[in-house]
């Protein structure tokens, strides 16, 4: 029983820095030009810059579109990144997160 208590703080303490190194890891996605979404590897997003020049009027649905494209680019490259994290971390070697 000490010893699956022992495991269970253990990996708690791999978790925790887990975290710690995924809310550091930042992620740049430019997937359309004029537009740049950066989020970390939490999946918390940081900023979202779109140039001047794309704020028209009649742009309303494309920037809207390279928006949704862009950000669901940037989430699936920060679950990528805690994926191969976790691959490389003792204890958190889980079949299907390659």
């Keep these: ?15 925790d820095i887990l975290k710690k190194e995924l809310e ?12 740049k979404v950066v989020v970390n590897g939490a999946q918390i997003f940081q900023s979202i810059d779109i140039e001047e020049g794309l704020l028209t ?14 950000m669901n680019t940037a989430v ?7 994926a191969n994290k ?6 958190f070697n889980l079949p299907g997160l390659s």
């Design 24 to 35: 550091a890891t930042i992620i740049e996605v430019q997937e359309t030009r004029g537009i």
């Design 86 to 91: 976790m691959k490389n971390m003792p204890g």
């Design 76 to 82: 699936k490259r920060s679950q990528q990144a805690a």
């Design 1 to 15: 029983m000490l010893d699956q208590v022992k495991k269970l703080m253990e990996m708690k303490k791999q978790a």
């Design 57 to 70: 009027a009649g742009n309303k649905n494309r920037i809207q579109m390279d928006l949704l494209r862009s």
